[in-house]
C-alpha cells in the first residue's frame, strides 16, 4: 500500500496519546513506508505520567530504525532537496494546530509540515486537543478547508467531561496516509467514540 514511500512522523506534546501513536509505526512500516521520526521540543524535554522525553525517544528510534529529527535546521531539507512522499503529524496538540494555521514554524515538526506542503505533497493531521471545538476551533476549520491537507478521522473522546476535545482514530492512520497520497480524504472524517 505504501511501499517505497518515505513518511515523515511528526510528534506534538500530546503525551497521553504516545502509547496509541508510536505503535502504529510498525503498521506504516508492514505498509512498506520508510518512517522518518520528527519531534517538538516538549517531546525530546518532557517528563510526565506517561513517561520521559527520553524514554519516548528510544522507543521511536527503535520502532523506525531512525534517529530522531528534532531541530527546525535539520527539518528545513525535507524542502525540495529530501523531500517526503507524506507528513503525518500524530498526535497533533491545539498549540500546533494553533501555529500551523496561521503559519509560525517554530519546532522540527511544523517546518517539516511547511516544507513538505512547499512540495505539493500532502500533509495528514492526527488532532489530538482539549479545545477543538473551543477557541482552536476556528483553526481546526482552517486546516479543514486548506489544500493538500489530510485529517485522519477524529470526534469527541469525552462529550460529558471535556466537551470541546478532538480526538482521531490513530488506528486508521495508515489508511489515511495511502488516500492522501492520492489526494483523497479518507471519508467520514467525523467520527463518533463511545466510553
Known sequence: MLKGKRIGLGITASHCTYADVVPKIENLKQAGAQVVPIITPSVLHAATRFGTGEEWIKKIEEA???KVVS???EAEPFGPKNPLDCMVI???TGNSISKFANAATDSAVLMAAKATLRNGTPVVIGISTNDGLGLNGQNVMKLLNAKNIY???FGQDDPVQKPTSLISDFSK???TVHHAINK???QPILIQFFK
Open 71 to 73: 531541530s527546525i535546521v
Open 151 to 153: 485529517f485522519i478521522p
Open 184 to 186: 483523497k480524504q479518507l
Open 173 to 175: 492512520m495508515v489508511e
Open 90 to 92: 500524530a498526535p497533533m
Open 64 to 66: 523506525t530504525g531512525e
